[in-house]
């Protein structure tokens, strides 16, 4: 019941994406000059507004209905720097994450590049699950990965390090089989 109370209190990602679309120009402005604020430790405004649009249209930062979409946004931007230190080391940690974050920080935000980005990595999804065919456990290895959990997250959902290898060997498998077949599926 009460995740039933919380799906009307916020916004759907595609809800989101429509709103930031038809901001208006004060309202860019608005935004322009709170990621300006924002980003005051390390000088890219736009790539804080980026993160911050992003992370809404793709339904990682649930927009509230009772406030609207230029306060949400700033309380995005002001929810990630204040997590930067944290997020930088996450992110050194993977330098394919790393290189990621880089390649957008020159180009100007744009929702529908958000929203392209959703639906493949939903697509992507999908397909790992279709290769994990009838296995349960490897179907929810697959998600455990995609939902970037830790190797200490994966062994408690399997009981044993034992059970988790021997799953994730037999998704292994099914990988390599998948490519030695080649993408025509």
């Known amino acids: 019941m009460k995740d039933d109370k919380n799906v009307d209190k916020f916004y759907t990602p595609e809800d989101a994406t429509e709103a930031i679309r038809n901001l208006s120009a004060e309202q860019k402005r608005r935004l322009e000059v709170a990621a300006r604020r924002r980003a005051w430790f390390s000088g890219d405004h736009r790539g804080l507004l980026h993160e911050a649009i992003a992370s809404t249209a793709e339904g990682r930062r649930r927009w509230n209905r009772s406030v609207d979409i230029v306060r949400h946004l700033d309380k995005a931007m002001?929810?990630?720097?204040?997590?930067?230190?944290?997020?930088?080391?996450?992110?050194?940690d993977s330098r394919e994450e790393l290189s990621a974050r880089d390649e957008w920080r020159d180009e100007?935000?744009?929702?529908?590049?958000?929203?392209?980005?959703?639906?493949?990595?939903?697509?992507?999804?999908?397909?790992?699950?279709?290769?994990c065919g009838d296995d349960w456990e490897a179907q929810l290895l697959v998600e455990g990965l995609l939902n970037n959990s830790t190797l200490q997250e994966l062994v408690d959902l399997f009981g044993s390090k034992t059970s988790y290898e021997t799953v994730r060997r037999r998704m292994n498998r099914k990988i390599e089989n998948y490519r030695a077949q080649g993408d025509n599926r």
Do not use: D, G, M, W
């Open 78 to 92: 002001q929810s990630i720097t204040s997590n930067a230190a944290k997020r930088r080391k996450v992110a050194a």
């Open 108 to 131: 100007e935000p744009s929702a529908e590049a958000a929203l392209e980005a959703r639906e493949f990595r939903e697509e992507q999804h999908a397909k790992a699950i279709e290769l």
